[in-house]
């Protein structure tokens, strides 16, 4: 009993805040408001509306184009635009993830694959740093969620280009080989969709799309919930003293990405709610670390690629993201 507990406890956390979330839905659905509720909890059930409102339709769309990339695109198509030089090979693979609009929730599988079929491990984190970084809908959400403001959307992606080549460049000086754990055992099922009819390969791509959007809503229902909770609960006092520095306020909203998991389509909502407490560095620390490498990122490498390898990874984004901001803080 122990043992099927310990290996769900994600799903089993997020069954019971998503049924929160319901009640907290139900009392927005036109049942009246009793005056037993404290005014927190309604305070916090708007906070979480409006964020998961103003989130879902991108990650409708997105789950959509990344259903048409995954059965239509097939990873042989990218790889033949990899370069053999290291520096071209790294450049390439960044501009390939930034045209490449896919949800950090589903980049870890093509990464997989595209290791497989021999693309260098230094690419593939270019490819997966930018991917779900910058794309046309996370440009499109980062400028609606900061006031239709160009200055956000723009900083988070040429610091986020700039970042993954650099994080990309180290890798290829630090890990050698596929850094594949040695009990992968990879599949080719993509083969035998590429033999399918057409209607066959568009249903496939549904049933991806809607795959992928359950597997993603629960994150942005525990993402928005848990981001509300702390609008709600923790003071706006008690936020400014954690982060009241330059260096703390950075590590504090660079910590809350890691751990929110939030999808990149629909972070910038959340990100822009806290625009008012924490300077400018602070809030693309949030945007730029979040989508490159978070808590569920970080699980889904970790049954893929070996454990030093991803913590390896894992302290050099969130070390250059930090270097760097600090650097340029005086400037943004």
Known sequence: MNRIIRGNIIDITGILIIALALFLVSLSSGVKVSSDFPPSLLNLNTIFLSILIEALPFVLIGVLIAGMIQIFVTEEHIQRWIPKNKIMAVIMSCVVGALFPACECGIVPIVRRLVSKGVPIYAAMGFMLTGPLINPIVIASTYMAFGNDIKIAGLRMGLGFIIAII??????MLFKGNQFKASLH???SHEQVKDETFMNRFWSMLTHSIDEFFDMAKYLIMGAFLA???????PAKSLLEAGSGPVSSLLVMMGLAYVLSLCSEADAFIGASFSNLFPTPSILGFLIFGPMIDLKNTLMMLSVFRFKFVFGVLSIVASIIFITLMLLKGFI
């Open 228 to 234: 509300a909770f702390v609008q709600t609960y923790m």
């Open 167 to 172: 994080v990309a460049m180290i890798v290829s």
């Open 186 to 188: 990879l599949s080719h």
